[in-house]
Nanobody
Framework: VQLQASGGGLVQAGGSLRLSCSVS????????VGWYRQAPGKQRDMVAI???????DYADSVKGRFTISRDNVRRNVYLQMNSLKPEDTAVYYC????????WGQGTQVTVSS
């Protein structure tokens, strides 16, 4: 199973980014996928999760600003991030969960004030 995350970068506060994660080697449509982030010196936290039936859950800190979606044909999961804040700066990881967790390599998001 492989996950390839992309779309990170440097953006000013108030700006937007769209992260993408391409998943291969697993029956993508059957399993929940999510985005997590880890800032320097902090633990890795859940940002958003989307289930196989497209139900979603978000961390309180991103509700109303971030949107997770999935494309089962392209086997991709996306994270649209709007109204970005400096505290959103972190490495963002995608994860898919079947009988175990599989992680992508992470993509850096930096929000300048």
């Amino acid at each position: 199973v492989q996950l390839q995350a992309s779309g990170g970068g440097l953006v000013q506060a108030g700006g937007s980014l769209r992260l993408s994660c391409s998943v291969s080697g697993i029956n993508f449509r059957l399993f929940p996928v999510g985005w997590y982030r880890q800032a320097p010196g902090k633990q890795r936290d859940m940002v958003a999760i989307i289930g196989a039936e497209h139900s979603t859950d978000y961390a309180d800190s991103v509700k109303g600003r971030f949107t997770i979606s999935r494309d089962n044909v392209r086997r991709n999961v996306y994270l649209q991030m709007n109204s970005l804040k400096p505290e959103d700066t972190a490495v963002y990881y995608c994860k898919i969960t079947s009988n175990r967790d599989y992680w992508g390599q992470g993509t850096q998001v930096t929000v300048s004030s």
